[in-house]
């Protein structure tokens, strides 16, 4: 197999001629493929085969140790106007980075094979999607970006017809962390990534593509490219209300989105259509509208079990790529807080030893099909996406923010959306648990200055008087003793239905300074398990922390200088002007 497109057959020849493999395989994406890919793996090592009976088609893959996460510090924007990549992102001149980068590239592949991966992002025939082609050097990339995106023979042949695609270009090199780079170059819409194998460092459709170039070119184009989940909710009555929702890595986007509604709301389901990455247009008619330009999960497995999310549970029992948990003398996976089976050997191949840390690593990652989840949405075929009632934002914050409340209109939204900020995850290298800024969930995945992204934000309420509402939430608020205030997980579908009931104008709320809060008695508490005070905590407003918190969010607004937009700092200033009359 080759190509018809010239730009396409040179571009894999020059890597071929700087990066010197063994040989290059243009892949189809077919079946036969994959299994010759996985007895290769097999035969290296690369892969483990898990227990066949118990998980059929399950493998694991053990990346180095010190290559488990992504690296933010080694991640670059490079544009030729520093300004343009802003402060939130690290930035390096286009040229000197090439000059860099391309100094690992060279000879980088010898000894191996140059695999070509020609992929869509967002469903084949919807005119919302859009092309890349990853040159990489890693099975495992290429089995995974079968499992993420539509990948082989099909994006081929529309990247054909088009002629124009996303330029990715990926080698695991050495692994030295001294030798890793993530570099962006959205003015030439390319992505180069060099010395590490894992996740979104290394399958360069998901963050590298789908978000840091795709929002530089959403600025561009008019539309929106957002670390979003995409869910529907349907109640008794048949109708289906959808979501998108905006919580930064590791904090509760997959497990929402496959949601199991409690015996406690019969005739509530739920409709997964995405769990990381949303892609928004307007409609002719001023409807926000999403896809999903995934075709799959790679999810924090630490945390999943029978009681926490019974369907993500079931489903990555067969035909599962596992990524650093443990196993056990059954040779089945393992994980913290998998609750059946004992750890045997931990993540990195060693006899497991109680206090010797944890079996699995807390950033160790399933990668499914998302049509094996059992509340998959056919809509997530859908070429124009499905219309969406609400964006909610979301972190996870010990304390401060309250379960879930309402903006006001969309530039309170905005606002609310600049102002999140969330503890730190095992998702990204570096400190566990320090509350940062991270701005609709984008801090590490924003391809250009934020300021100029607000802007964007803020001009969508010239362009439709129909934008969804925006709220937002917090699952992860804990009493004196650390103990979470909010049982989570399928009970958040209460909380939905407020978001809903909203929406739809069925249901009042209370006006504080911070937005709309829900009167206590409009939360179905049901069945549900509260210790006392919490429903009150959780729903209540400390007017002197939040204006310490918004004073902080124009300190923060303020690093943006002169390209942050009034309008943004005007709704600061009124939010802040509230708290404080
Ligand atoms: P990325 O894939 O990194 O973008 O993460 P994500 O936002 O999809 O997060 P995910 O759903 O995988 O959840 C991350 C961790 O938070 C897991 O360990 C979950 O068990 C836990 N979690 C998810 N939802 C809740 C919740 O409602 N309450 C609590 N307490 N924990 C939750
Ligand atoms: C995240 O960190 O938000 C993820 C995992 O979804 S990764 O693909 O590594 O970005
Ligand atoms: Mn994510």
Redesign the pocket.
């Known amino acids: 197999m080759t190509t018809t497109l010239a730009s396409l057959k040179e571009w894999v020849d020059s890597v071929a001629k700087l990066t010197e493999p063994d040989k290059v395989h243009w892949c189809d994406g077919s079946t036969a493929e994959n299994e010759r890919l996985v007895s290769k793996m097999l035969a290296s090592g690369e892969l483990l085969k898990l227990n066949h009976e118990t998980y059929p088609d399950c493998y694991l893959h053990r990346s180095d140790p010190n290559d488990v ?2 690296v933010e510090h080694l991640t670059f924007v490079c544009t030729a106007n520093p300004d343009d990549a802003g402060p939130n992102n690290h930035w390096m001149e286009p040229a000197a980075a090439h000059e860099k980068i391309d100094a690992l590239f060279a000879g980088a592949m010898k000894g191996r094979t140059l695999y070509v991966i020609p992929y869509c992002m967002g469903p084949i025939d919807s005119p919302f999607a859009r092309l890349g082609v990853e040159i990489t050097d890693s099975p495992y990339v290429v089995v995974n970006m079968r499992l993420m995106t539509r990948m082989g023979k099909d994006a081929l042949a529309r990247i054909e017809r088009e002629g124009t695609f996303v330029k990715g270009l990926h080698s695991t090199g050495d692994l030295d962390p001294d030798k890793r780079f993530i570099m962006h170059f959205p003015e030439e819409l390319s992505i180069k990534s060099i010395g590490s194998g ?3 460092n290394a ?1 360069l459709g ?2 590298c593509h789908a978000l840091r170039i795709a929002s530089w070119q959403a600025r561009q184009e008019g539309w929106l490219a957002e ?1 979003m989940l995409i869910v529907g909710v349907e109640n008794p009555q048949g109708e289906t209300h959808y979501l998108a929702c905006a919580f930064p ?2 904090c509760g986007k997959t497990n929402l989105a496959m949601l199991i509604p409690p015996a406690s709301q019969p005739g509530w389901k739920i409709w997964t259509l995405g769990d ?1 990455i949303a892609w928004l247009h307007l409609d002719d008619d001023g409807q926000l509208r999403a896809i999903n330009p995934e075709a799959g999960y ?1 999810g924090v497995v630490p945390g999943t079990n029978a009681k926490t999310n019974k369907n993500a549970f079931d489903m990555i029992h067969h035909d599962t790529i596992y990524t650093n948990v443990g196993t056990t003398a059954e040779n089945e996976p393992w994980w913290e807080d998998k609750k059946v089976g004992e750890p045997a050997t931990d993540w990195k191949g060693n006899p497991y030893k109680a206090g010797n840390g944890a079996a699995a690593h807390p950033n160790s990652r399933f990668t499914v099909s998302a049509k094996q989840n059992p509340s998959y949405s056919t809509l997530a075929e859908a070429p124009d996406g499905v219309p969406l009632s609400a964006i909610v934002f979301g972190g996870r914050r010990r304390e401060l923010a309250p379960l879930v409340y309402e903006a006001r209109d969309w530039r309170h939204g905005v606002l609310m959306g600049a102002g999140v900020a969330s503890e730190t995850t095992a ?2 290298t570096g400190e566990v648990g320090v509350v940062r800024r991270d701005p609709m969930a984008m801090k590490p995945f924003c391809g250009y200055n934020f300021a100029d992204y607000w802007s964007h934000w803020l001009s969508f309420a010239d362009r439709s008087k129909k934008l969804p509402r925006v709220f937002h939430v917090n699952w992860f608020r804990q009493d004196q003793d650390g103990r979470f205030l909010w049982p989570g997980f399928g009970e958040n579908l209460r909380v939905l239905r407020w978001i809903i009931d909203r929406c739809d104008g069925r249901v009042g709320a209370r006006e504080t300074p911070i937005g709309f809060l829900p009167n206590a008695s409009d939360i179905d508490t049901r069945d549900l398990e509260l210790s006392e005070n919490a429903l009150e905590s959780l729903l209540s407003v400390d007017i002197a922390q939040w204006q310490k918190e918004m004073a902080a969010v124009g300190e923060y607004l303020e690093g943006y200088g002169d390209r942050l937009p009034a309008e943004l700092k005007d709704e600061q200033r009124r939010v802040l002007e509230a708290l404080q009359s």
Do not use: N, V
């Open positions: 996460a992504r894992y996740g979104g399958l998901k963050k670390h890595s590791a990381d790679f998702a990204a």
